[in-house]
């Protein structure tokens, strides 16, 4: 009886103990904040330097979910963004607040991966040949014109009388096939 006694008030002293803190004034309690905007950042050291972030200009899309059973606004928002195909499908779309906006309502269904170019932007007439990789790395391969060296070469290869050309090996391969020891 004592000690059930003793539990009890042990249990509201602590409970007690506990309530008597108030709300901590943020003012006295987090100083030195900086404020972004509306939004306060208070950093863990005083001599704390932000990186410098700068944001993707597009997004690599993809859908990674089913459309079957979802709502059909969720379903036109894929459809917009043209992603309502197979789900391998992807699309690249601009970072603007109002694609942002709309990806934000599908971030369950869709996989975003910012695009990079680590070999430089594409020009127009590099169009055809630039590879999107699905990390989001955009390749661009430069088209290298002929150069004379290269066309020396080839004619020196082609000229070239112990040179393995396709006959050569066929006929080899069968001397072979006839006599293997």
Request: net charge positive.
């Amino acid at each position: 009886m004592l000690l059930c006694n003793f539990l009890t008030t042990f249990n509201q002293t602590s409970i007690n103990i506990l309530r008597r803190y108030g709300k901590h004034n943020k003012k006295y309690v987090y100083k030195n904040g900086v404020k972004y905007g509306n939004i306060y950042y208070y950093p863990r050291t005083t001599d704390h330097q932000d990186s410098t972030v700068i944001p993707a200009k597009l997004f690599r899309v993809q859908r990674i979910k089913q459309l079957k059973g979802n709502p059909y606004w969720e379903k036109d928002l894929l459809r917009e963004l043209g992603l309502d195909g197979r789900q391998s499908d992807f699309t690249v779309v601009k970072n603007i607040p109002e694609i942002n906006a709309r990806l934000w309502k599908i971030k369950h269904l869709i996989k975003v991966t910012p695009m990079t170019f680590p070999y430089g932007e594409p020009k127009e007439h590099d169009i055809n040949h630039t590879f999107l990789k699905e990390n989001g790395e955009c390749i661009v391969t430069k088209d290298i014109g002929p150069v004379d060296e290269r066309i020396e070469a080839l004619d020196a290869f082609e000229k070239d009388v112990k040179r393995l050309d396709t006959e050569l090996l066929r006929k080899d391969t069968r001397l072979k096939w006839l006599n293997p020891w």
